[in-house]
């Protein structure tokens, strides 16, 4: 069983549409659970995090966490082109290390 | 505030040969990473320095991998040899401390390595 696991994409969404995206991990000790977002060909930047149970909103995204079902997900609302990415769940598993999930590729039409 | 820098950007190398990747993390973080994301995947932790101390190298291919971080700061990441399966980008990202469930960890722009 993979630690972090994220819905398969690609994903195509409409301008405007809600994207939502999905991840699951094996680790119920885990505690942060972060977002990250990753142009083609560039590095990973963080978006959002989360640490306890519900929803958290930052502009357009909303992370949400259920630690009892062991899942975590982003909503990206009002969808833009410039939202086009593959965007990374990555979970704090132990030690302070994070593992990531295979990432899910967003294309958002015009 | 300068963030993580690293060098090469991009390499080309025939399978056999060894290169070496460098990264200078922002400045005051004590702990860096080196990750290796495969095109398709996400990345994948190779080493974790904690100041210039190895706290994790379980999944560093050590037969050919090697890393050091000489006084704290700057880090060298060394394959020899390469074969066709490093294929790939290395990440390096720092955070403050290393020791926080909630740090964030910043990555630099990567070193893009193709192997022929």
């Known amino acids: 069983q993979k630690e972090v696991e994220q819905n398969s994409g690609p994903l195509s969404v409409p301008e405007g549409a809600i994207a939502s995206l999905n991840c699951t991990y094996s680790?119920?000790?885990?505690?942060?659970f972060f977002w990250y977002r990753q142009y083609s060909g560039k590095s990973p930047e963080l978006i959002m995090f989360?640490?306890?149970?519900g929803d958290k909103e930052d502009g357009r995204f909303t992370a949400q966490l259920n630690k009892a079902s062991q899942y975590v997900s982003l909503l990206i609302r009002d969808s833009q082109p410039s939202d086009s990415a593959t965007y990374l769940c990555?979970?704090?598993?132990?030690?302070?290390?994070?593992?990531f999930g295979a990432g899910t590729t967003v294309t958002v039409r015009a | 505030e300068a963030g993580v820098a690293q060098s090469p950007r991009y390499k080309i190398i025939e399978k056999r040969q060894s290169v070496a990747f460098w990264c200078n993390p922002i400045?005051?973080?004590?702990?860096l990473y080196w990750y290796q994301q495969i095109l398709g995947q996400g990345p994948k932790l190779l080493i974790q320095?904690?100041?210039?101390?190895?706290?994790?190298d379980s999944q560093l291919p050590k037969d050919r991998f090697s890393a050091e971080r000489l006084k704290g700061v700057d880090s060298t990441l060394k394959i020899q040899p390469a074969k066709l399966e490093d294929s790939a980008v290395y990440l390096c990202?720092?955070?403050?401390?290393?020791?926080?469930?909630?740090?964030?960890?910043?990555f630099g722009p990567g070193t893009r390595l193709l192997v022929l």
């Open positions: 680790d119920r000790g885990s505690q942060s």
């Open positions: 400045s005051g973080h004590a702990t």
């Open positions: 990202a720092s955070s403050l401390t290393g020791t926080g469930m909630r740090e964030t960890q910043y």
């Open positions: 989360i640490y306890s149970n």
């Open positions: 990555a979970v704090n598993i132990r030690d302070y290390k994070l593992s």
């Open positions: 320095f904690q100041n210039n101390g190895v706290v994790d």
